[in-house]
């Protein structure tokens, strides 16, 4: 089953996409490296070194981001049935991934409201300070409101999100929407 970038369960299904791609680009290399000692003409040898050495930089590029993320798992049927029963409050996504330039934010679940974004990130490493200055410029540079905030704690993700008014109470001028879009393009 195709999962989306935002929706539950999308980051064990991209792991194992970019699993099969590595094991793919691996084999290319390998079956080409062999094909080398079929042929006595040099060109042909020639040939199948530099496809082989050219297969390697597109199976390095996936193979990156997949050790980046590898440690990041999907959490829980149990969490994700909590998370759901937010949705009418905003637009709410799972399983993103965003990288700055100093730290990897693993967001269990996102919540896109039109009073800010709060973000659940279960990561012991993450310094709340420094990456909510770097996402809220992030947001500021694509014009939107820089009003991200990131909760380590679960329950008080869960308690903060309780406390919210529903979406459809509010005037919808596209903003969510666009802010849920520049926060995908940001996950790996």
Known sequence: MKRQKGEYGYRNYR???QLCEILFGAAAIVIQLLARNFTDNQAAKNVLT???ILSVLPTANVASPFLASLRYRTPGEEFHRKAAAFEPKGILLYDLVVTTKEQILPFDAVLVHPNGI???CPSEK????????TLNESMKAQKLDPSVRIIK???HFFSRLAGLKPA???????SAEYAA???KSMSM
């Open 153 to 155: 704690d679960e329950r």
């Open 126 to 133: 993450t310094d709340v300070k420094k990456a909510e200055k």
């Open 168 to 174: 459809s109470e509010y005037e919808d001028d596209g």
């Open 118 to 120: 709060f973000a659940y």
């Open 181 to 183: 879009s520049v926060l």
């Open 50 to 52: 530099l496809m082989a």
């Open 15 to 17: 792991k194992m996409i």
